[in-house]
């Protein structure tokens, strides 16, 4: 692995602002079991009723094993269209809002226009949809966290200009936003999230040079940033993520070329500097997360294998790493997140096939080094882009693009934190 440390000025952007005004019981509990008193002994030479069928155990289409491929296959999870509207659902980016739901934001393809979809219950099964930016071409590479004021914040690329857009939400449901050119140098493959400052910091590529860049947001709905590039070491930036580690300094993972999969920890909270780690020699299509160790985890696509990966850091700064290899032939995009029982879930796109499907790696211990496959959604061409989080009931929640039918969908887990644990091969 090498290490630089990599300092760099840093600007100051304020953004001028625009309002994008909106387009457009339980059953009942089963009573604990009772001893019934025993009667009298009945009459031995008459026969008794008849009693139950014994239960004949779950079908094949049931069965968390499958016994003939030996993968998983997942009990039924709901699985929902939200938004059919001509060619939407690409870049999808989910979070969980202040109100339990979650909130979805995308790229509106048919109408190059950046969208959200605000769920009406913790499953998902429908939602409100919102057109919250349609000036010029906008809406690619969408990333959204709830801000520390309970409302979304949205990163994305303006294609038209190559720039950087953020959009904050006005209420709960983003039913509008306000939203800021934050830089005019690029905004490709953007991530965000909210920094121990609780405010937004937002990793993402300048297109035109090929450089990691981070913004600093000036407030709380990001009307401005500081920005500083990070790695300036050939073509750099690609396949961006972006968590806050447990240091609360910011941790990115991201594609270089030729290095690799690249890792960057900021040496503050606005970012002003990184120390820059290559871990692996491939690094497509990253997503990083905060394990319950502590440590940063990373799934991406190992190129030209098309296999996924985890690297697990070893440290905070992530200068060392394991690598696990959960399946050599699968996992062309991936998306990770840590599921209530305190181990990851990487939901990923099966591409090894002609037609692709959405399946889910339920890992067994924290570093991830093995996991059971699941699949989740194999309709058809589906499970690109997607993007994973746990929902209010602790179940996992994941967006994701339909490509035969250009539709954004949603799948609801059904299988909670011990499946996994007894699916494992």
Not at 27 to 33: D, E, F, K, R, Y
Not at 34 to 62: H, I, K, M, R, W
């Amino acid at each position: 692995m090498t290490i630089r440390v990599v300092f760099f000025a840093a600007s100051v952007l304020t953004a001028s602002l625009a309002v994008a005004g909106p387009i457009g019981e339980p059953g009942l509990p089963v009573a604990g079991l009772v001893d019934p008193p025993v009667g009298p002994q009945g009459d031995p030479s008459q026969p008794g009723l008849e009693g139950p069928e014994d239960d004949p155990g779950l079908a094949d289409s049931q069965d968390p094993m499958d016994s003939q491929s030996g993968e998983s296959v997942r009990p039924a999870s709901a699985v929902a269209t939200l938004d059919s509207e001509g060619g939407v659902g690409r870049f999808p980016s989910i979070a969980i809002g202040s109100d339990g739901f979650g909130l979805i934001s995308y790229f509106d393809e048919g109408n190059a226009d950046l969208k959200v979809a605000h769920c009406v219950d913790v499953a998902c099964s429908t939602a409100e949809l919102t057109t919250l930016d349609s000036a010029d071409a906008v809406g690619w590479y969408t990333s959204l966290a709830i801000g520390s004021d309970g409302l979304g914040l949205i990163s994305y690329a303006d294609a038209t200009n190559d720039d950087l857009k953020v959009a904050h939400c006005v209420d709960v449901p983003c039913s509008e936003a306000t939203t800021a050119t934050i830089d005019v140098t690029g905004g490709s493959y953007s991530s965000i999230a909210i920094g121990s400052d609780g405010l937004g910091l937002i990793s993402y590529m300048d297109a035109n040079n090929m450089k990691l860049l981070v913004a600093h947001c000036l407030d709380v709905a990001c009307t401005g940033a500081v920005v500083t590039r990070i790695d300036n070491a050939g073509y750099v930036g690609g396949y961006i993520s972006l968590a806050i580690g447990s240091d609360g300094l910011g941790l990115i993972s991201y594609l270089g070329y030729p290095g690799g999969l690249m890792v960057a920890h900021c040496l503050d909270v606005a970012c002003s500097g990184a120390t820059v780690t290559t871990v692996d020699g491939a690094g497509h299509w990253t997503s990083i997360t905060i394990g319950s160790d502590g440590l940063g985890l990373i799934s991406y696509m190992d190129m030209p294998d098309g296999g996924i990966k985890v690297a697990h850091c070893l440290d905070i700064t992530c200068t060392t790493a394991t690598v696990a290899v959960l399946d050599s032939t699968l996992g062309e995009y991936s998306s990770i997140t840590i599921g209530p029982d305190g181990l990851p879930q990487v939901a990923l796109c099966d591409g090894a096939d002609a037609v692709t499907a959405l399946k889910v790696a339920y890992c067994a211990n924290p570093a991830c080094t093995e996991a059971a496959i699941v699949t989740v959604d194999n309709a058809a061409n589906v499970g690109t882009y997607p993007s994973i989080t746990i929902a209010s009931d602790g179940f996992g929640l994941i967006a994701y693009n339909d490509e035969t039918n250009n539709d954004l969908k949603v799948a609801h887990l059904s299988n909670g934190p011990s499946f996994h644990a007894s699916a494992l091969p």
